[in-house]
């Protein structure tokens, strides 16, 4: 089924266009991938960064949003990854980063589109487990800066993911 990524604020695009568009700011990145690439370069696939800051003694899990994601493409295949977060005054470009967590991303988002049902793409960040996941969540017209896991939501443990926690195997919530 096709997933239905959540539309980024448009001011977390724009600042992520303006970095871009930012010979020092691409040039300074500890990025040599995006640094290298030859073509133009895209962001894509926002996905809101959820963080589980803890579970409370009724059990019920805490959850902030801490920022978008959007992959940067260049060509067929995302090559890095630039994160935006929420300041004061509004949306503001964090940095560009690569490494596995990016390639992880992109097979677990081919692997979710082969779900049988859709889905609305997020991240989860389980700090205490060291351990980032692809969060798609049932209810694909939610408001993707809020919002708990449900019984129908999948979890994919994102590579590398936390000793005894098989990467790219999904789990229900």
Known sequence: M??????APPAALRTVLAALGTPAAVR?????????????????????????????????PVIRLAGW???IRAGDHAVAAAETV???????????????????TERALRQA?????????????????YMLTLWLHADVVADASAGLPDPMDLL??????????????????
């Open 2 to 7: 096709p997933l239905h990524v959540p539309p």
């Open 28 to 60: 300074h990145a500890h990025t040599p991938s995006l640094r290298s690439a030859q073509g133009p370069l895209n962001p894509e696939l926002p996905l809101p960064v959820h963080v589980l800051d803890r579970i409370t003694a009724e059990g019920v």
């Open 69 to 71: 994601r959007f992959l």
């Open 86 to 104: 929420q300041t004061a005054e509004g949306w503001a470009f964090s940095h560009f980063f690569e490494g596995p967590y990016v390639t992880s």
């Open 113 to 129: 589109e082969e779900a049988p049902q859709p889905y609305q793409p997020r991240l989860l960040s389980v700090p205490g487990l």
């Open 156 to 173: 994919i443990p994102l590579a590398p993911a936390p000793p005894g926690i098989a990467s790219h195997r999904p789990h229900r919530v």
